[in-house]
């Protein structure tokens, strides 16, 4: 079975720096893409950016372009995202998601057709 962990949340100040790992297993290749997403209370969900695993090329919402960075260890199996220069409005419950194949697609600023999901990692930006 597929599963992804996500790890590495916690509580920063404002303009500090978080990194979190997405764990995944299961996968018998390389041919799938990871997401990072968040929700905060009474909030949506938003895709905040993709990787594709087998050509690397990658996908930022606008609200993290410049301040976050996505990428991926294929020999590990994990993406990370690096955040920095946090925001009080980072603030949220941060989800890796996959999908197969292993392309990101995105539609109208919105990331669709993850197949996998895995739970999620809370991150709190303090003012």
């Known amino acids: 079975d597929v599963q992804l962990q996500a790890s590495g949340g916690g509580l920063v100040q404002a303009g500090g720096s978080l990194r979190l790992s997405c764990a995944a297993s299961?996968?018998?290749?390389?041919?799938?893409?990871v997401g990072w997403f968040r929700q905060a209370p009474g909030k949506e969900r938003e895709g905040v950016s993709c990787?594709?695993?087998?050509?690397?090329?990658?996908y930022y919402a606008d609200s993290v372009k410049g301040r976050f960075a996505i990428s991926s260890d294929n020999a590990k199996n994990t993406v990370y995202l690096q955040m920095n220069s946090l925001k009080p409005e980072d603030t949220a419950l941060y989800y890796c998601?996959?999908?197969?194949?292993?392309?990101?697609?995105?539609?109208?600023?919105?990331?669709?057709?993850?197949?996998?999901w895995g739970k999620g990692t809370q991150v709190t930006v303090s003012s």
């Open positions: 990787i594709s695993r087998s050509d690397g090329s990658t």
């Open positions: 998601a996959a999908a197969r194949p292993g392309v990101c697609m995105v539609v109208a600023g919105r990331i669709i057709g993850m197949n996998y």
């Open positions: 299961g996968f018998t290749d390389d041919d799938y893409a």
